[in-house]
């Protein structure tokens, strides 16, 4: 295997979550942009490879410019929101609902790393869309929780309005996470 096989093998092991034809588009394109720059210089295929810095930093940046596919920010989504049923207890004191409250702080503090993460890894529409589901899964192990009355479940409009008001601002925890475009520079 030459030094140009090697560095896109390993370029495409960091494009992981790229749907496979994206995948295949980007390292033709990369060994393209390879071979004209080796065809300009005259050069070494090896010299451009190491000239093109890391692999993980090159995979990095097209998955920046095109994103992750549909299927992992659809785990993604799926992962938090199920998480989020588990927070239930700590929001609303309910030690009987889904497990105790230390399960329930657990949980909590694990959704929120993996909303951050979501944002920083998969970006800021996917983390948005994990939020909302966290949201969503969030009211409805509430509205759940009420139906069946469970017992320690507090009802007060107080405990109500704080778990509202929590649950909404875990839905944009990873999005503010999210890195941020940076805007042209002003000419």
């Known amino acids: 295997m030459n030094s140009l096989d090697r560095y896109l093998s390993q370029v495409s092991r960091h494009l992981v979550g790229l749907p496979a034809k994206l995948r295949q588009d980007v390292l033709m394109e990369l060994r393209t942009h390879i071979m004209a720059q080796v065809e300009a210089e005259g050069g070494e295929v090896s010299a451009v490879v190491e000239r093109m810095g890391s692999p993980r930093v090159t995979a990095r940046s097209y998955i920046q410019l095109y994103g992750y596919g549909v299927g992992l920010k659809v785990v993604a989504v799926i992962a938090a929101a199920a998480l989020a049923f588990l927070t239930l207890p700590f929001s609303l004191g309910s030690p009987d609902f889904l497990g105790s409250v230390w399960m329930s702080n657990a949980s909590l503090i694990i959704l929120i790393f993996l909303l951050i993460g979501i944002g920083l890894k998969v970006g800021a529409r996917a983390a948005l869309a994990a939020?909302?589901?966290?949201?969503?899964?969030?009211?409805?192990?509430?509205?759940?929780?009420?139906?069946?009355?469970?017992?320690?479940?507090?009802?007060?409009?107080?405990?109500?309005?704080?778990?509202?008001?929590?649950?909404?601002?875990?839905?944009?925890?990873?999005?503010l996470a999210a890195p941020r475009e940076k805007a042209a520079a002003e000419g």
């Open 131 to 175: 939020g909302i589901g966290v949201s969503a899964a969030r009211f409805a192990a509430l509205g759940i929780a009420m139906a069946l009355s469970l017992p320690g479940l507090s009802t007060e409009p107080v405990a109500i309005l704080a778990f509202a008001l929590t649950t909404i601002a875990i839905a944009f925890v990873g999005y």
